[in-house]
Each structure stands twice: as C-alpha cells, then as structure tokens.
C-alpha cells in the first residue's frame, strides 16, 4: 500500500516526541539581551542604554504582531527594535555597529534595519470589528474533520472505531 501524507502527519508529534527532540522557537528577546550585554561595553552611557534596553521588548512586541518573523532573523529584528528604542532615548548605537561590523556587510545591515524599523512603526492594530469580520471569513477555511467539535469528526472516529460509544448528546 501507498502511505499518505495524513499517515505520517498525525503521528508526527508522536515520533517527536517517542525520540525525545525538543522543538525550540528562537526569537528576538534573547537576542536583544546579548546585543544589550555586548553594547556595554562600547557605550558609555549605561543608564541610557538599560532604559533604551527596556524599551527594546516594546518594539519586539509590536514586531511579532507583524510578517516580519517570517521574513528576517530574530538577532535582525532585535537590531532594529533597537535602533528604534534609542532613537527615542537619543542615544547613537551606530558607533556599536560600526565597531562590531565590516563595512560591507554594515551596508547591507543597514537597509535590513531600515526596513524591519519601517515594518515595526507602520504596524496598526486591528479593529475588534475587523477582527470579526476576519474570523468569519476564516470559518470558510477551517476543516471540519479536524474539529473536535464538529458532527463530521464525531461521525469519522465513530466510523473508525476508535470512539467505543457516543451518545445522542455528543452530536450537534
């Protein structure tokens, strides 16, 4: 017999796990850290740098609200979540960046920077009333048989055997 993509998807978490990998989510907060820790010791203003530091996770914040994750690396955008806390606190980090990078690749790093610092400051919030009009739109797309609520899924384990009994108010 054939196998089926389905086959080897559902029992992907469980062969994950039966071999005792991790799954682990990088993101821009500890890079933001390190960055913070090696600047110290370039920047003279400390108490500058710990509260532009500070307000470095509120632009990562409004970052994971956008594609950005999806386009440039978590040390990228925690760069540029910086660039953009110490333009707020005035404080120049490009002298840092000058000292820890070529000059070939801090030209490329700078039209990433500019680019992530642009995505972060044009992000807008969604409206509540947006948002709803999206989740219906979304009920289009969603597979009832994955649905643990569904008629259809109640009605495909049945019919699979692996639900020994279910009662009249079990379906919708």
Do not use: W
């Not at 002298?95 to 700078?110: C, K, V």
């Not at 919030?125 to 259809?152: F, G, H, M, V």
Request: charged share 25%; glycine share 2%; net charge negative.
């Amino acid at each position: 017999t054939q196998t089926k993509s389905e086959d080897v998807l559902g029992l992907e978490f469980i062969v994950i796990q039966s071999l005792q990998f991790e799954l682990a989510v990088h993101h821009p907060y500890r890079a933001a850290y390190g960055f913070y820790l090696d600047m110290q010791t370039f920047i003279d203003e400390k108490d500058a740098l710990r509260e532009t530091y500070d307000r470095t996770s509120h632009f990562i914040d409004k970052s994971l609200h956008t594609d950005l994750v999806f386009h440039y690396q978590p040390s990228q955008i925690a760069l540029g979540a910086f660039k953009l806390a110490a333009k707020e606190k005035d404080l120049d980090i490009d002298l840092y960046l000058t000292q820890r990078f070529d000059a070939r690749s801090l030209e490329l790093l700078f039209t990433v920077l500019d680019e992530i610092q642009d995505g972060i400051t044009t992000f807008a919030t969604t409206s509540k009333e947006e948002a709803q009009a999206i989740d219906l739109k979304l009920i289009l797309c969603r597979n009832p048989e994955k649905n643990p609520n569904s008629t259809l899924y109640k009605r495909t384990i049945a019919v699979q055997g692996d639900v020994p009994y279910m009662s009249d108010s079990d379906s919708d």
